[in-house]
């Protein structure tokens, strides 16, 4: 992926919540963070330390079924704030993705009244905004995660 490096976090599961706090200090304001990483390298994992950073209220897990999670947690001014959730694994291609719902969130994360969080954003680059951050998560050992986030920008 194309994009500049703007953060790089290593971390194991006893340093994990200070990883999403550092994450989300150096991002916040950003609303479409697309997490790519084979499976089990740790996004829901991660985005889990992110909403419980954020003290989402809502229960936090796989959207393995519905596709499409939301929270809500509020925010530094005060506002509640929507989250989504996107597993975009199941899907084919961007059609199935607009079928389910996923444009929508796309949309209103762009107009600045949600937060998009999507697990597998290869399945539909196409529906990715013209601006968003793409976090690489590697696994370097059983325990140990590299993470990488970039500026991704489809703009020419
Ligand atoms: N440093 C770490 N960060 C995240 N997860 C870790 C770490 N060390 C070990 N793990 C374990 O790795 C697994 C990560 O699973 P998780 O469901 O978060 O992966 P995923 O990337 O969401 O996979 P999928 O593509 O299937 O959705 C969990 O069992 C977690 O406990
Ligand atoms: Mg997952």
């Not at 607009?98 to 954003?121: H, L, S």
């Amino acid at each position: 992926m194309e994009g500049k490096v703007i953060l790089h976090l290593s971390y194991t599961l006893d340093t994990i919540a200070d990883a999403a706090k550092e994450f989300w200090q150096a991002l916040k304001g950003n609303s479409v963070f697309a997490f790519s990483g084979e499976m089990g390298a740790g996004k829901t994992t991660f985005i889990h330390y992110l909403c419980d950073h954020l003290q989402v209220q809502d229960a936090v897990s796989s959207p393995t079924f519905a596709l499409i999670n939301e929270y809500h947690y509020i925010s530094d001014s005060q506002k509640e704030q929507v989250i989504y959730h996107l597993d975009w694994y199941r899907l084919r291609d961007t059609a199935e993705a607009i079928n389910a719902g996923m444009e929508d969130c796309i949309i209103q994360a762009n107009a600045g009244k949600a937060i998009c969080f999507i697990e597998w954003p290869e399945k539909a680059m196409e529906l990715l905004p013209s601006q968003y951050l793409w976090i690489g998560i590697e696994t370097i050992t059983p325990t140990e995660r590299a993470m990488t986030v970039k500026m991704a920008n489809t703009l020419p």
